[in-house]
C-alpha cells in the first residue's frame, strides 16, 4: 500500500528567465507537486494524471519517476491534445500568477477507466484538486475515483487550488468542487480562496454540511490555520523573504498529509490533536523553504531539510 495517491495535472510551468521576456521550462502541477513533496519526505506516492504524447509530456514524466513518484495511470499519454503549459509572472514580493497557454490541456483528457478500483484501494490517502475539473473528461474521472475511494474506507483529501483563469465565473468551479465536498476528509484552501466557500466565518458551516471533519486554511505569510473538532488550532510562520511562492501551498500540504499518514493516520478517527499540531508545524515549516527558491519542484524540501528548518527556528 502507497501512502498518497495524487491525482491531477502535471503542467510545464514556463519561469522568468535570467533574460528579459525570457523564459525556462520547469515541471509543475499540484497533485504532482504534492506526490512529489510525500516522496522527498520518505513517503510513498503515486501520480494519475494525463500529458500530452510529446516532448514535454515525456519530460514531465521522467520528472516524477526521478524524484520517487510511481505512475499509476492505466495510460498517462494522451494525443489529443498537448501538455497543458502555463506562463508564470513573479510579483517583487515573490507572489505569482498565472497565465495558461491552452484553454484544453492534455490534463484534462484523464478518463474514468484510467484509474482502477485496485489504485484507490491501495492508497491510504486519494488527492487531488479543482484545476482538473474545469473541462473535458476528468471531473467524472476524479468524482469516479473520490467516491470509490470513500466506499473503500480510503480518506480524500482535496486542495481548492482556484485558479481564475480556468473558469469562466467562479460559481462554475464552485458547482464542480461542491459535487466533490462529500466525499472529503481533508480540505486545502487559502484565504484566497475563501469567497468560494463564504468566507471563513461559514467554514464551520461548510464542515458540517459535507460531513468534512478537518478543513486548513492557508494565509500566505500569515498563521494557517486548522479547523477540527470545534477546535482551531494556529500556526505562525517565520520572517523569511519570499522568492518565488509557486508550489509553496503543495509543499505545505504534502508535508501535512504524509505526517498524518506516517504517524498512522488512515481514518478519520485516527486524527488526534498533537498529533494535528506537529502536522501543522512541519507544514508551515515546508512552506517557508518552498518561498526561498525558485521553480516548483525545485523548491519542495527533503525530510531532512523540514527537520533541520524546525531545529533551527525553534
Known amino acids: 500500500m502507497i501512502d498518497i495517491l495524487s491525482i491531477g495535472e502535471a503542467v510545464i510551468d514556463f519561469m522568468p528567465g535570467g533574460e528579459e521576456a525570457s523564459y ?6 499540484a497533485p504532482a507537486n504534492l ?12 501520480f494519475c494524471g494525463k500529458v500530452g504524447d510529446d516532448l514535454f509530456g515525456e519530460y514531465l514524466l521522467r ?5 520517487g513518484v510511481e505512475l499509476w495511470c492505466v495510460k498517462n499519454t494522451t494525443s489529443d491534445a498537448v501538455t497543458t503549459m502555463t506562463f508564470v509572472t513573479l510579483g517583487a514580493d515573490g507572489n505569482r500568477s498565472f497565465t495558461f497557454a491552452q484553454k484544453t490541456g492534455a490534463h484534462l ?9 485496485d489504485m484507490t484501494a491501495s492508497a491510504k490517502v486519494v488527492h487531488s484538486g479543482s484545476s482538473v475539473l474545469c473541462g473535458g473528461t476528468a471531473p467524472q474521472a476524479v468524482l469516479g475515483a473520490v467516491s470509490r475511494a470513500k466506499v473503500q474506507g ?5 486542495d481548492l487550488n482556484y485558479r481564475a483563469l480556468q473558469w469562466k465565473k467562479p460559481s462554475d468551479c464552485y458547482e464542480a468542487v461542491v459535487k466533490i465536498l462529500p466525499f472529503v476528509d481533508f480540505l486545502k484552501v487559502s484565504n484566497e480562496e475563501l469567497f468560494l466557500l463564504g468566507g471563513e466565518e461559514d467554514l464551520p458551516a461548510l464542515m458540517k454540511r459535507f460531513d468534512i471533519p478537518l478543513v486548513v486554511l492557508t494565509r500566505g505569510a500569515g498563521p494557517a490555520s486548522v479547523f477540527f473538532g470545534g477546535k482551531t488550532y494556529h500556526r505562525s ?3 523569511c523573504d519570499a522568492v518565488d511562492t509557486t508550489a509553496a501551498g ?13 504517524r498512522g493516520v488512515v481514518t478519520r478517527n485516527d486524527v488526534r490533536e498533537a498529533l ?8 508551515v515549516a515546508a512552506g517557508e523553504l518552498a518561498v526561498q527558491k525558485r521553480g516548483a519542484i525545485a523548491s519542495l524540501p527533503t525530510k531532512q531539510q523540514v527537520d533541520e528548518a524546525l531545529a533551527l527556528y525553534e
Open 250 to 262: 503543495d509543499a505545505f500540504w504534502g508535508v501535512f498529509l504524509y505526517t498524518l499518514v506516517s
Open 154 to 158: 480510503r480518506l480524500v483529501s482535496f
Open 237 to 239: 510562520s517565520t520572517q
Open 276 to 283: 494535528l499540531v506537529d502536522a501543522l508545524r512541519r507544514a
Open 35 to 46: 506526490a512529489i513533496q510525500a516522496a522527498r519526505m520518505g513517503g510513498k506516492a503515486a
Open 24 to 29: 525556462v521550462r520547469h515541471a509543475g502541477g
Open 63 to 67: 520528472v516524477l519517476r526521478d524524484n
Open 109 to 117: 483528457f484523464l478518463r474514468e477507466d484510467d484509474i482502477s478500483a
